[in-house]
């Protein structure tokens, strides 16, 4: 454990942060995932596109705060895009 007043702050602020970085990081986990299994259960495109919307709200949220980064967001959420139109596009 530090000595120095500003340390001990540090640590206390720091674990705040790593608790906050892991709920926005653990709700966009849960929206993504929400989506690649409706795709899997074979749900219809605007029901899955619903779930998108939510799911990329949850990824632009946790990187304004800066639990990820804005290139991380960008490709999970292009990545994401991409397989639905895939999905749906194979289907047609």
């Known amino acids: 454990m530090p000595n120095i007043k500003s340390a001990k702050?540090?640590?206390?602020?720091?674990?705040?942060?790593?608790?906050?970085?892991?709920?926005?990081?653990?709700r966009m986990k849960n929206s993504i995932k929400k989506v690649l299994l409706a795709l899997q259960e074979g749900k219809s495109r605007e029901e899955v596109e619903q779930l998108y919307k939510v799911a990329q709200s949850a990824i632009d949220k946790a990187a304004k705060i800066g639990a990820i980064h804005k290139n991380q967001a960008s490709r999970r959420k292009s990545r994401l895009i991409a397989k639905i139109n895939k999905h749906f596009a194979s289907k047609e």
């Open 9 to 26: 702050k540090r640590v206390k602020v720091s674990e705040r942060n790593r608790l906050i970085n892991k709920a926005y990081k653990t």
